[in-house]
Protein backbone atom coordinates (compact mmCIF):
# COMPACT_ATOMS: atom_id res chain seq x y z
CA UNK A 1 0.00 0.00 0.00
CA UNK A 2 0.84 3.56 -0.38
CA UNK A 3 2.29 5.88 2.30
CA UNK A 4 -0.06 7.84 2.17
CA UNK A 5 -3.12 5.16 3.02
CA UNK A 6 -0.79 4.60 5.99
CA UNK A 7 -1.01 8.23 7.11
CA UNK A 8 -4.88 7.67 6.38
CA UNK A 9 -5.31 4.59 8.51
CA UNK A 10 -2.99 6.31 11.45
CA UNK A 11 -4.88 9.01 11.73
CA UNK A 12 -8.02 7.45 11.87
CA UNK A 13 -6.33 5.13 14.66
CA UNK A 14 -5.38 8.24 16.44
CA UNK A 15 -9.01 9.81 16.24
CA UNK A 16 -10.41 6.66 17.18
CA UNK A 17 -8.31 6.29 20.63
CA UNK A 18 -8.91 9.97 20.92
CA UNK A 19 -12.81 10.26 21.01
CA UNK A 20 -13.47 6.48 22.94
CA UNK A 21 -10.29 7.73 25.80
CA UNK A 22 -11.81 10.92 26.09
CA UNK A 23 -15.42 9.25 26.47
CA UNK A 24 -14.06 6.96 29.38
CA UNK A 25 -11.98 9.62 30.79
CA UNK A 26 -15.25 11.98 30.83
CA UNK A 27 -17.38 8.90 32.27
CA UNK A 28 -15.13 8.23 34.82
CA UNK A 29 -15.14 11.93 35.85
CA UNK A 30 -19.25 12.29 36.21
CA UNK A 31 -18.53 8.85 37.75
CA UNK A 32 -16.12 10.43 40.26
CA UNK A 33 -18.59 13.73 40.69
CA UNK A 34 -21.18 11.61 41.63
CA UNK A 35 -19.59 9.27 44.27
CA UNK A 36 -18.08 12.99 45.94
CA UNK A 37 -20.90 14.46 45.59
CA UNK A 38 -19.30 17.06 43.43
CA UNK A 39 -21.18 20.36 42.51
CA UNK A 40 -21.92 20.96 38.66
CA UNK A 41 -20.19 24.20 39.13
CA UNK A 42 -16.40 22.27 39.54
CA UNK A 43 -17.29 19.50 37.61
CA UNK A 44 -18.00 21.26 34.60
CA UNK A 45 -14.36 22.98 34.17
CA UNK A 46 -12.76 19.68 34.80
CA UNK A 47 -15.24 18.21 32.02
CA UNK A 48 -14.05 21.41 29.59
CA UNK A 49 -10.07 20.51 30.81
CA UNK A 50 -10.27 16.99 29.81
CA UNK A 51 -11.41 17.85 26.69
CA UNK A 52 -9.08 20.31 25.78
CA UNK A 53 -6.33 18.29 26.85
CA UNK A 54 -7.31 15.59 24.61
CA UNK A 55 -7.70 17.27 21.73
CA UNK A 56 -4.12 18.83 22.21
CA UNK A 57 -3.26 15.61 22.12
CA UNK A 58 -4.88 14.21 19.55
CA UNK A 59 -3.57 17.37 17.54
CA UNK A 60 -0.29 16.64 18.40
CA UNK A 61 -0.24 13.20 17.28
CA UNK A 62 -1.84 13.91 14.15
CA UNK A 63 0.79 16.67 13.56
CA UNK A 64 3.66 13.93 14.02
CA UNK A 65 1.98 12.07 11.13
CA UNK A 66 2.61 14.81 8.89
CA UNK A 67 6.18 14.79 9.73
CA UNK A 68 6.02 17.70 12.87
CA UNK A 69 8.15 17.06 15.53
CA UNK A 70 6.73 16.44 19.36
CA UNK A 71 9.04 18.12 20.98
CA UNK A 72 8.80 21.32 18.72
CA UNK A 73 4.97 21.32 19.17
CA UNK A 74 5.09 21.05 23.31
CA UNK A 75 8.10 23.89 23.08
CA UNK A 76 6.13 26.32 21.33
CA UNK A 77 3.28 25.27 23.33
CA UNK A 78 5.17 25.75 26.52
CA UNK A 79 6.87 29.03 25.69
CA UNK A 80 3.23 30.56 24.69
CA UNK A 81 1.91 29.27 28.05
CA UNK A 82 4.63 31.05 29.80
CA UNK A 83 4.67 34.01 28.12
CA UNK A 84 0.60 34.54 28.22
CA UNK A 85 0.96 33.70 31.89
CA UNK A 86 3.49 36.11 32.69
CA UNK A 87 1.75 39.03 30.88
CA UNK A 88 -1.83 38.25 32.61
CA UNK A 89 -0.70 37.30 36.29
CA UNK A 90 0.42 41.01 37.09
CA UNK A 91 -3.59 42.01 36.14
CA UNK A 92 -4.99 38.71 37.42
CA UNK A 93 -3.46 39.41 40.66
CA UNK A 94 -4.46 42.87 41.11
CA UNK A 95 -8.33 42.25 40.55
CA UNK A 96 -8.26 39.50 42.79
CA UNK A 97 -6.74 41.68 45.41
CA UNK A 98 -9.43 44.56 44.35
CA UNK A 99 -11.94 41.86 45.35
CA UNK A 100 -10.15 41.40 48.47
CA UNK A 101 -9.89 44.67 49.91
CA UNK A 102 -13.62 45.19 48.72
CA UNK A 103 -14.67 42.24 51.17
CA UNK A 104 -12.21 42.43 53.92
CA UNK A 105 -11.64 46.06 54.28
CA UNK A 106 -8.55 46.67 55.72
CA UNK A 107 -9.55 50.42 55.50
CA UNK A 108 -12.10 52.96 53.91
CA UNK A 109 -11.89 55.75 51.59
CA UNK A 110 -10.77 59.12 53.85
CA UNK A 111 -8.32 56.67 55.23
CA UNK A 112 -4.63 57.03 56.04
CA UNK A 113 -2.46 54.19 54.93
CA UNK A 114 1.35 53.75 55.08
CA UNK A 115 3.30 51.01 54.35
CA UNK A 116 5.87 50.58 57.53
CA UNK A 117 9.45 51.03 56.03
CA UNK A 118 8.20 52.94 53.15
CA UNK A 119 7.98 56.12 52.65
CA UNK A 120 4.74 56.21 50.44
CA UNK A 121 1.56 57.02 52.16
CA UNK A 122 -1.47 59.30 52.74
CA UNK A 123 -5.33 59.10 52.17
CA UNK A 124 -7.11 56.90 50.34
CA UNK A 125 -9.05 58.86 48.12
CA UNK A 126 -9.88 56.37 45.14
CA UNK A 127 -9.78 52.53 44.49
CA UNK A 128 -10.58 50.59 41.34
CA UNK A 129 -9.45 47.47 39.91
CA UNK A 130 -6.01 47.87 39.52
CA UNK A 131 -4.88 50.76 41.37
CA UNK A 132 -5.71 52.46 44.95
CA UNK A 133 -5.06 56.19 44.93
CA UNK A 134 -3.39 57.72 48.10
CA UNK A 135 -3.36 61.12 48.41
CA UNK A 136 0.02 62.43 50.68
CA UNK A 137 -0.11 65.69 53.01
CA UNK A 138 1.82 67.41 50.31
CA UNK A 139 -1.04 66.88 47.86
CA UNK A 140 1.32 64.42 45.68
CA UNK A 141 -1.13 61.58 44.64
CA UNK A 142 -0.09 57.67 44.51
CA UNK A 143 -1.18 55.24 42.50
CA UNK A 144 -0.71 51.66 44.59
CA UNK A 145 -1.37 48.48 42.85
CA UNK A 146 -3.69 46.55 44.77
CA UNK A 147 -2.05 43.65 45.25
CA UNK A 148 0.70 45.63 47.64
CA UNK A 149 -1.78 45.93 50.39
CA UNK A 150 -1.36 42.54 50.79
CA UNK A 151 2.56 41.75 50.21
CA UNK A 152 3.93 44.53 53.00
CA UNK A 153 2.88 46.00 56.31
CA UNK A 154 -0.03 48.20 56.45
CA UNK A 155 -0.37 50.74 59.38
CA UNK A 156 -3.93 52.46 58.91
CA UNK A 157 -4.79 55.36 60.85
CA UNK A 158 -8.34 56.44 61.81
CA UNK A 159 -11.33 57.11 59.71
CA UNK A 160 -11.75 60.55 58.43
CA UNK A 161 -14.91 59.54 56.37
CA UNK A 162 -17.29 56.63 56.59
CA UNK A 163 -17.39 55.88 53.02
CA UNK A 164 -16.37 51.93 52.52
CA UNK A 165 -14.53 50.73 49.49
CA UNK A 166 -17.40 49.60 46.70
CA UNK A 167 -16.60 48.00 44.06
CA UNK A 168 -20.11 49.03 41.94
CA UNK A 169 -19.31 52.85 42.41
CA UNK A 170 -16.04 52.34 41.14
CA UNK A 171 -17.28 50.51 38.02
CA UNK A 172 -20.60 52.49 38.04
CA UNK A 173 -20.28 55.40 35.04
CA UNK A 174 -19.39 58.69 36.72
CA UNK A 175 -22.82 60.68 37.27
CA UNK A 176 -23.38 63.98 35.41
CA UNK A 177 -24.78 67.36 37.23
CA UNK A 178 -27.78 66.61 34.88
CA UNK A 179 -28.57 63.30 36.67
CA UNK A 180 -27.66 64.45 40.44
Request: charged share 15%; glycine share 6%; proline share 3%.
Amino acid sequence: MPEAVWIIIRIAVILLVGYLLTILALKALASGGKKSKMPVLVLQPLRNMVKLVAVAIVITLVAGQFGIELMTILTATVAMVAIGFIAVWSMVSNVTATLLLVTVRPFNIGDTVKFAGEEVGGKVIDVNLFYTTVQAVDGDCYQIPNNMFFQKVLKRCKTVSNQSVSIGEHLAEPETDEQK
